[in-house]
């Protein structure tokens, strides 16, 4: 799986845990609606910025996301 994909399905796993919708992300995050959106939907792998911001948002570390294995541990 490339990687682009593992995080954004990853983000898209912890937004569904917490009921977070994209509009909720992109406010709890500052970052631009437009930006998610084309991150997860063309899966686009995020700056270390946004990527730190995201993870803030959902309550989860960094490496939560960049991990090489699957884990849903926090």
Not at 7 to 22: L, T
Not at 41 to 63: C, D, F, N
Request: proline residues 5%.
């Amino acid at each position: 799986m490339m990687a682009a994909e593992q995080v954004s399905r990853r983000i898209r796993y912890y937004m569904d845990q917490r009921e977070i919708d994209i509009d909720k992300l992109a406010s709890l995050t500052g970052l631009d609606r437009e930006f998610l959106d084309t991150m997860l939907e063309t899966q686009v792998l995020p700056p270390l910025g946004p990527l730190m911001k995201i993870a803030r948002a959902l309550g989860v570390r960094l490496g939560t996301f960049l991990d090489d294995q699957d884990s849903t541990d926090p």
